[in-house]
C-alpha cells in the first residue's frame, strides 16, 4: 500500500531536498522528539537561525516528517512501499536511504505511542439473548407479547460491564435497520472523504 501525500505535505518536505543529509537527521531527530515530548516552538527558532530560514519553514519541515512517519506507520506500510511513496518527492538517493533507515528505526516507537494516544471506548466483548412469549395474563386471557432480552458485555481497557437490554421484535428490527444502513453510509465515497480529513 502506498502512501498517498497530498500537495501541501510535498511542499513542506520540498525544503529538505536542498539541505545536507546531517540537517535531514537533525530534523528527523527533532521529529522524534516532538511525537514523544510535544512541540517545543524554541526548538524551531534556534533551527531556523542556524539555517538562515524562517521558523516556519522549519517548522512545516518537521510537520511534514512527523506526517510521513506517523501516517507509514499507522498503516504498517512496507520497506519497498515507503520507498515508492516518497519517490515522489524528488530526493537524492542518500536522503531516501536516511529516511528510509529513519522510518525502519522508528515506526515501532511510533506505533506504540499512538496505541497509547488513541482513545479506549468501551467495544464489543460478548453477547447473551433470551426470547421470551407472554400469552396470557390475569386480565388478558389472548395476547401474545414477544420480547428479547440481550446481555451485552463490553470491555473498556482492563474493565468488563454488562449491560442487560429488553425491547420487542419490532424495535429490535428498526434498530437493526437503522445500525445496518449507517454501516452503509459509511462506505460512501463523501464519508470516505470526511473520515480521511479526520484522521489527518
Not at 529538505?16 to 524551531?44: S, T, W
Request: net charge negative.
Amino acid at each position: 500500500m502506498l502512501l498517498l501525500l497530498e500537495d501541501d505535505h510535498k511542499r513542506h518536505l520540498s525544503f529538505l531536498i536542498d539541505v545536507d543529509v546531517e540537517v535531514v537527521q537533525e530534523f528527523c531527530r527533532i521529529a522524534m522528539e516532538f511525537i514523544r515530548k510535544g512541540v517545543n516552538p524554541k526548538v524551531y527558532q534556534s533551527a531556523a537561525q542556524k539555517l538562515e530560514v524562517k521558523p516556519e519553514v522549519i517548522q512545516n519541515g518537521v510537520e511534514g516528517l512527523i506526517y510521513l512517519l506517523t501516517e507509514s506507520a499507522k498503516l504498517m506500510i512496507s520497506e519497498i512501499d515507503y520507498q515508492d511513496s516518497i519517490m515522489t518527492l524528488g530526493f537524492k538517493e542518500d536522503l531516501k536511504q536516511q529516511l528510509l533507515q529513519f522510518y525502519l528505526e522508528n515506526r515501532k516507537e511510533v506505533r506504540e505511542i499512538l496505541s497509547r494516544m488513541s482513545m479506549d471506548l468501551p467495544h464489543y466483548h460478548n453477547l447473551e439473548w433470551r426470547f421470551d412469549v407472554q400469552l396470557a395474563s390475569r386480565s388478558l386471557r389472548h395476547q401474545v407479547t414477544p420480547l428479547v432480552t440481550m446481555k451485552l458485555h463490553t470491555e473498556d481497557s482492563e474493565k468488563k460491564e454488562v449491560h442487560v437490554l429488553q425491547t420487542d421484535p419490532v424495535n429490535l428490527l428498526h434498530l437493526t435497520q437503522t445500525l445496518e444502513g449507517a454501516l452503509a453510509e459509511m462506505k460512501s465515497t463523501h464519508c470516505r472523504r470526511i473520515v480521511r480529513n479526520i484522521n489527518k
